[in-house]
């Protein structure tokens, strides 16, 4: 068990530009979620596959943002036209599915978007 | 819709005392809560969780939270503090498709 892997850990990128970041979940887990979370604040939902279908995704996730998760393995979160506002850390997880909620969702180390 | 609420932004505590981080929640149906720690420049780390039985639930690093469904509370405690538990806290509560919802988060600071 590696745990989530995210990439990169960091970004620095101009307003404008577009970024793509890389979630590779831990493996057999087929829940997949994605979070944004800003300094002082908890984590925000944004996304949630199962297997390769993005099941629900949050009124945050603006026009500008797209995943995906081809084939139900790795995940990318890609966000267009960058804006100073998307400088925030981004969290992946994940989780095995089951008939209950009680599975435990397991966190990536994040990735860290800075727009200049 | 469920929620949870983290009252205190930070507690103070002193090496070797007892600690609490407090969490009160608000579901329709069975809550199902969990804690989360952060350290700086870093992910979360799963702590412990309820989802049914015993109201005392015992986790990673001597933590354990209590469960009380008449004050709608999962307080988050610890016998004995070390300085190495100063970190950032979360109580999460299950949402829909199983997403958890976040409180804003308690800073803990235990001070040698």
């Known amino acids: 068990d590696t745990g989530v892997s995210q990439n990169p850990r960091h970004k620095i990128t101009k307003r404008g530009q577009n970024v793509t970041f890389r979630c590779d979940p831990i493996?057999?887990?087929?829940?997949l979620y994605w979070y944004r979370q800003t300094l002082g604040q908890g984590p925000e939902f944004l996304t949630y596959?199962?297997?390769?279908?993005?099941?629900?995704k949050s009124r945050l996730l603006s026009d500008r943002f797209s995943a995906e998760r081809p084939k139900g393995s790795f995940s990318t979160l890609e966000i267009q036209r960058t804006e100073q506002g998307d400088s925030a850390m981004y969290l992946c997880?994940?989780?095995?599915?089951?008939?209950?909620?009680?599975?435990?969702?397991?966190f990536g180390e994040g990735s860290w978007l800075t727009v200049v | 819709a469920q929620s949870v609420a983290q009252p205190e932004d930070q507690v103070n505590v002193a090496e070797g005392n007892p600690l609490t981080v407090k969490c009160t929640y608000s579901?329709?149906?069975?809550?199902?809560l969990f804690w989360y720690v952060q350290y700086p420049n870093r992910g979360l780390q799963f702590l412990l969780k309820?989802?049914?039985?015993?109201?005392l639930v015992k986790g990673s690093y001597g933590f354990e939270a209590e469960f009380n469904k008449s004050q709608t509370s999962f307080h988050l405690k610890k016998p004995s503090a070390l300085v190495s538990d100063s970190a950032l806290y979360f109580c999460?509560?299950?949402?829909?498709?199983?997403?958890?919802?976040f409180g804003a988060g308690t800073r803990l600071a235990v001070h040698p």
């Open positions: 997880a994940s989780s095995l599915a089951s008939t209950g909620a009680g599975n435990t969702i397991y």
């Open positions: 493996s057999e887990h087929n829940r």
């Open positions: 596959f199962q297997n390769e279908a993005q099941l629900e």
């Open positions: 579901v329709s149906g069975n809550p199902y």
């Open positions: 309820y989802i049914t039985g015993d109201n």
């Open positions: 999460a509560v299950r949402g829909g498709y199983n997403k958890l919802i």
